[in-house]
């Protein structure tokens, strides 16, 4: 079985520093030297689609613009790249929200994919109108999912659930493909929702026994519900000719962390309710040293980020073996992201991908549909390659 690769979109603004921002942060503090503009986002998705990555995630919240119209207006100046997009099931309606995936599915070529997020943060969930508290939102998401599937199955749903309430909902047209429903989470509750409704279950990216105790708990949860879930992983990547490179790069992006912005990111990010987020600042405790918490998995990104905060960094080689070990534990999806998106996606696809290819591990896709693929890069804002 081949790898899937998926890449980032930065909705939020990039830059060749690290931009802040992420899972927890207020509007406003994140902001890149690149905007966000839809010309610039083409330019990262048509890149990611060059090199062979299936699909795009695309954040959510109040620090980054909204997921669902950038990946619209994305889907008509791509050609093949899925994206991964970003959902919070508190913003709509399951009915309408299963006729929203229905009509990307339509328009889009069957691109798209659902990034289901249930919300971590109350003080985030409440500037949208949502009051629920963290147990109560898990038990919505629920109730969500449970309709939006039967409505992508044809069904006609009658509700009367805890948090949601329907009557007679159906779709005049589902969507063909079904979207596929990735979710991710740490806590009890999380681990309920995945096992029941997810297709990929999403971790972010800690040491590989951490992230095998991980499978092992959503297998069994799975398994008692009668269901498979495949596993995916969230990473940050800094690959390079040599390892001396790569950590070079990785000493850069850490010599431009300012300590007093580190203190007061980590102070936010300390207030979280999520349980991923917990244990993605126990990987670094809010130390800028001894940053390698597993070989070549750096922690240092979580300084100044919420969310993903860990990058694999090495040699392209070096980086092939750490994501063929996290392989081996059963992750079959990994989604990627660099500083900045366009240089760090070639960086990986022209370095990594080949090794992985050679072994056996990965294809492009299209190698793998029988397709011909462009013979230059396309929104590449430099000449040359990233190498």
């Known amino acids: 079985m081949t790898l899937t690769f998926h890449w980032f979109l930065p909705t939020y603004g990039d830059s060749r520093n690290v931009v802040g921002g992420g899972h927890g942060t207020p509007m406003g503090t994140a902001a890149g030297d690149r905007p966000a503009t839809l010309g610039y986002l083409t330019q990262v998705a048509r890149a990611a689609e060059d090199l062979g990555f299936v699909a795009a995630l695309t954040p959510t919240g109040a620090w980054c613009e909204d997921a669902w119209l950038t990946t619209a207006m994305l889907s008509q100046t791509t050609e093949r790249l899925k994206f991964l997009v970003a959902f919070r099931p508190d913003s709509v309606s399951p009915?309408?929200?299963?006729?929203?995936?229905?009509?990307?599915?339509?328009?889009?070529?069957?691109?798209?994919?659902?990034?289901v997020?249930?919300?971590?943060?109350?003080?985030?969930?409440?500037?949208y109108g949502d009051f629920l508290g963290k147990e109560q939102r898990y038990a919505r998401t629920g109730e969500f999912l449970h309709v939006v599937r039967e409505l992508w199955a044809g069904r006609t749903v009658d509700l009367a659930g805890e948090h949601i309430r329907v009557e007679g909902a159906r779709l005049s047209r589902v969507p063909d493909p079904v979207p596929e429903v990735y979710f991710g989470g740490s806590s009890p509750a999380a681990g309920t929702i995945a096992a029941r409704h997810s297709d990929v279950y999403l971790t972010w990216?800690?040491?590989?026994?951490?992230?095998?105790?991980?499978?092992?708990?959503?297998?069994?949860?799975?398994?008692?519900?009668?269901?498979?879930?495949?596993?995916?992983?969230?990473?940050?990547?800094?690959?390079?000719?040599?390892?001396?490179q790569a950590w070079a790069e990785a000493r850069r992006l850490l010599d431009g962390f300012a300590p007093e912005v580190v203190a007061g990111i980590q102070a936010g990010l300390a207030r979280s309710e999520s349980e991923g987020q917990r244990r993605m600042l126990a990987l670094h405790g809010g130390r800028a040293d001894d940053l390698e918490i597993a070989p070549n998995l750096w922690a240092g990104i979580g300084l100044v980020r919420g969310g993903a905060g860990t990058a694999l960094v090495g040699s392209h080689t070096e980086v092939a073996d750490r994501i063929a070990e996290y392989h081996a534990l059963g992750i079959e999806e990994f989604v990627l992201s660099g500083h900045p998106h366009v240089e760090e996606a070639y960086w990986f696809g022209e370095g990594v991908l080949p090794v992985l290819g050679a072994r056996g591990l990965w294809t492009h896709p299209l190698d793998a549909d029988g397709g011909a693929r462009r013979t230059a890069p396309v929104g590449v804002p430099f000449a040359g390659s990233a190498r």
Request: proline content about 3%; aromatic content about 4%.
């Open 117 to 127: 997020v249930t919300g971590g943060e109350s003080h985030e969930q409440r500037a």
């Open 205 to 244: 990216g800690e040491p590989p026994a951490a992230v095998a105790e991980k499978i092992g708990w959503i297998r069994k949860l799975a398994a008692a519900e009668g269901r498979q879930v495949r596993f995916g992983i969230r990473l940050h990547v800094i690959a390079r000719d040599t390892a001396e």
């Open 95 to 115: 009915t309408l929200g299963a006729q929203m995936a229905a009509t990307f599915q339509r328009h889009s070529g069957g691109r798209l994919l659902l990034n």
